[in-house]
């Protein structure tokens, strides 16, 4: 009986071609440790938890997430660089700025240095203090026209996302306003609830239980499309008060250098095929933060990422920001 259950299973699994720990091209034999380049409870922090997860259950081996935040994100980066590039040491964040530190000049990389291998898409929200007058995003228009660089915006810094959404916000409407820089998005977040700023555009998972608990208002999501965020409700979409932009997709995961043995990276194209594009508990952690879940790895995870590089290359670029023009590393003008 014990050996006529053996070789059903057996049978099921070549008809399945399900992956185990067993048959991958490489089984890690010590753990893996994953640099979150961003403070604890920030938006990269909360995906790459529930990523790795999933990920350690694949592999049968322990994933340690350590968080060194810090110069937008380069300091945890430059670190992942600088490891032994064996495979068992990988960053994670946005592609976005992944593949823009160099334009930026905070880090000498690009994204075709890395395999990325990316997981939800995030969209930034307008978040107020709930003392300040603002009612939608039409408000925060009309004050800042009234007092150019006087509405304070918290983001976690040049290349995070909230100050890419505040950027492509501003510039498509011709406005200016003051920035104020934390070490991470979570930083940002409460630092605009304890009233340090009017405002931020930090994303909405990062902001998700403070709008829930009532302690920050959303005023609109920066996309074309309003946000249905559980336990609040539907934040209303930037369009419908103010005509101007359209954001890119700003798509999050984890990502292997280049240099790393094949045969990593060919597991983890495995485990982002059978394990984490059917992932439940990753697709509940969208839903339930406003994000969307875009489970999608190599050249395809390049080719959707890289709008959103090209944007932010160049809103450096043209804000005078930039300290390596977007062409010289690749980035074409979109």
Request: no cysteine; charged share 15%.
């Amino acid at each position: 009986m014990v050996r006529t259950t053996t070789i059903l299973a057996s049978a099921i699994l070549a008809l399945t071609g399900t992956a185990s720990a067993q048959n991958y091209p490489w089984k890690p034999e010590r753990p893996i440790t994953i640099i979150v380049p961003w403070a604890a409870g920030g938006s990269t922090d909360q995906v790459v938890r529930v990523t790795a997860a999933e990920i350690e259950k694949a592999l049968g081996q322990k994933i340690v997430v350590v968080n060194q935040p810090g110069a937008s994100g380069s300091i945890g980066t430059r670190n992942a660089m600088q490891a032994p590039q064996d495979g068992y040491t990988w960053t994670a964040g946005a592609a976005k700025d992944l593949g823009t530190y160099a334009v930026s000049g905070l880090l000498d990389t690009k994204m075709s240095d890395w395999q990325p291998y990316l997981s939800v898409i995030n969209v930034s929200v307008l978040g107020a203090n709930n003392s300040t007058p603002y009612k939608d995003a039409k408000d925060v228009v009309a004050a800042m026209k009234a007092k150019p660089n006087g509405v304070s915006v918290a983001t976690a810094g040049i290349n995070s996302s909230g100050h890419a959404a505040v950027e492509a916000f501003t510039r498509a409407l011709g406005l200016t306003y003051k920035h104020v820089s934390y070490d991470g998005g979570n930083p940002a977040v409460v630092a605009t609830v304890a009233g340090e700023t009017e405002l931020t555009t930090q994303l909405a998972v990062e902001q998700a239980n403070m709008i829930r608990g009532k302690r920050l208002k959303p005023l609109a999501v920066l996309s074309d499309k309003p946000l249905e965020l559980e336990g609040f409700g539907t934040i209303p979409a930037v369009t419908e008060s103010v005509a101007g932009f359209k954001p890119d997709a700003n798509y999050f995961g984890i990502f292997v250098h280049k240099n790393t043995p094949p045969a990593v990276r060919e597991t983890l194209d495995i485990i982002w095929k059978d394990v984490i594009s059917k992932s439940d508990a990753i697709r509940k952690y969208a839903q339930s933060n406003g994000a969307q879940f875009a489970p999608v790895a190599g050249d395809a995870a390049v080719k959707a990422a890289m709008p959103a590089i090209q944007t932010t290359a160049w809103q450096l670029q043209e804000a005078g920001k930039a300290k390596v023009s977007p062409e010289t590393v690749g980035i074409p003008k979109p």
